[in-house]
């Protein structure tokens, strides 16, 4: 009895509205190259010890992530280097769409969830698009990004208001560079900090140029001017990509995001919902996984672990209930 609850358990469907995060788990069984990952040399320059970030660690090698990432070292006063990812995006996503519709009984519904209904409801619409039910539902993930706030507008308007987009531009150019390549720099006057990368695509043959953070900014438009500044910054941190002769940046296109940022950081947390009509109330699983700013690919394997810890320890009590 208790083998058959569990079976018919883990055959139902994890709905997941969207997210980069799951499938990501089986990561270690692939070749990087498939994936679109690959090991590059990333160097971070900071040009003035007031830097915030460097200001609040005292040194380069006192920074508190140093010891979250592989051979890190200080060179030189106010430079780090350690060995990092490279994400080929586009690429990468595709393979964990492949990777989803390669599972046995996975599904990908595409449908716009009216948000702004609240929670329950959501969760309401999502399972009957996925024909299942509260008995069925394992749980559902909620990894809506910046539109979790629609979610929670009525419900819970504090959450609601923790969320924002931090707004970011990047110029795509021709030529892949080696390694990963940042400035951080700091202007005492006016406090305020800009930022210059140079991330590699890997197998493309282009790298990314950057970029931007500004907060609550909505305009997904590219904006000429932060287009000029950012190739500007880029001429003296890359100037391997210059093209010869005229000097100037290959350009192939220019990009615009909104992060998904949420104040105190991100939430990956379980919740029981209340779903369904005043009549016959249910309870629901939901895992929530939002708010991961600008660290969402970086942080994608570790999220899913977590996910999947929450979705799994729900399912065990679940079993022990049968
Ligand atoms: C310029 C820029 C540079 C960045 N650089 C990096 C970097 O170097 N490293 C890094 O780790 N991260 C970086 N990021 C951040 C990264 O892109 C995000 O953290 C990540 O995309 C967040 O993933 P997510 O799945 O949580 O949210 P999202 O990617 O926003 O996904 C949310 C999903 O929910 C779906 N959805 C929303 N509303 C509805 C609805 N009503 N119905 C149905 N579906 C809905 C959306 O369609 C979407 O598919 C960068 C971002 C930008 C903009």
Not at 180 to 200: G, N
Not at 226 to 252: W, Y
Request: charged letters at 25%.
């Amino acid at each position: 009895m208790r083998q058959e609850g569990w079976r018919r358990r883990r055959e139902a469907v994890l709905m997941c509205v969207y997210s980069n995060i799951c499938s990501l788990t089986s990561i270690r069984h692939v070749t990087r190259e498939l994936i679109s990952l690959q090991i590059r040399q990333s160097t971070i320059t900071w040009s003035s010890p007031e830097h915030p970030e460097l200001a609040l660690s005292g040194e380069v090698s006192s920074l508190w992530w140093s010891k979250h990432v592989r051979d890190f070292h200080s060179p030189c006063p106010g430079t780090a280097r350690f060995t990092a990812l490279a994400v080929n995006v586009p690429r990468h996503l595709s393979y964990i769409h492949a990777q989803i519709l390669d599972q046995p009984n996975a599904k990908i519904i595409q449908s716009n969830l009216p948000l702004s209904s609240g929670l329950p409801a959501t969760l309401d619409k999502a399972m009957s698009l996925a024909s299942l039910t509260p008995e069925t539902c394992t749980a559902v993930v909620n990894a809506t990004g910046l539109s979790a706030r629609h979610l929670f507008t009525i419900d819970d308007p504090t959450e609601a208001k923790r969320l924002h987009p931090i707004r970011g531009q990047t110029v795509l150019v021709k030529g892949e560079l080696k390694e990963i390549r940042t400035l951080q720099s700091y202007d005492a006057t006016s406090k305020t900090t800009r930022i210059a990368y140079a991330i590699p695509r890997p197998g493309s043959g282009t790298t990314v140029l950057g970029g931007c953070n500004i907060k609550e900014e909505w305009s997904t438009e590219a904006d000429d001017e932060m287009t000029k500044e950012i190739l500007g910054k880029c001429r003296d941190l890359v100037p391997e990509l210059l093209i010869k002769g005229n000097d100037q940046f290959e350009v192939i296109k220019v990009q615009v995001g909104l992060r998904p940022g949420r104040t105190g950081g991100a939430r990956v947390e379980r919740e029981v919902v209340s779903v369904g009509s005043e009549m016959e109330k249910r309870d629901m699983v939901v895992v929530h996984a939002y708010g991961m700013a600008g660290a969402g690919f970086q942080n994608s394997v570790g999220v899913a672990g977590e996910v999947l810890k929450l979705v799994e320890g729900d399912s065990l009590q679940s079993m022990s209930r049968l």
